[in-house]
């Protein structure tokens, strides 16, 4: 089992930036593919991006490619999400998830995801 805590969310201003990270803890990090999700207001948890366990392969929705990027430093057990460009339709609370079924793959499905964070809160204003 792994423990999950993301940080790093906050108040920024359309077109900025923000880093997020997901702390792991627990069972070897490096045996699982990771992702972040992200849930608006009243809307389902849906995929940004994925990351296989040695970081070759990564998958991102549309909305995000070109300005989200996800990356992971198994040394320090922690996953990122850099986000640029932000707007007000990335407003969301931010999820980290563990996967341990196809850790050498980016599963993109939240079914595919074993373990969760207790998510970051991201606003952006406009």
């Known amino acids: 089992q792994v423990q999950l805590v993301e940080s790093g969310g906050g108040l920024v201003q359309a077109g900025g930036s923000l880093r997020l990270s997901c702390a792991a803890s627990?069972?070897?990090?490096?045996?699982?593919?990771m992702g972040w999700f992200r849930q608006a207001p009243g809307k389902e948890r849906n995929f940004i991006a994925s990351?296989?366990?040695?970081?070759?392969?990564?998958s991102y929705t549309d909305s995000v490619k070109g300005r989200f990027t996800i990356s992971r430093d198994n040394a320090k057990n922690t996953l990122y999400l850099h986000m640029n460009d932000l707007n007000a339709e990335d407003t969301a609370v931010y999820y980290c998830?563990?996967?341990?079924?196809?850790?050498?793959?980016?599963?993109?499905?939240?079914?595919?995801?074993?373990?969760w964070g207790q998510g970051t809160q991201v606003t952006v204003s406009s």
């Open positions: 990351i296989s366990r040695r970081g070759d392969r990564t």
């Open positions: 627990g069972r070897t990090y490096s045996g699982y593919a």
């Open positions: 998830a563990a996967n341990s079924a196809r850790p050498d793959y980016a599963p993109v499905l939240i079914y595919e995801y074993d373990y």
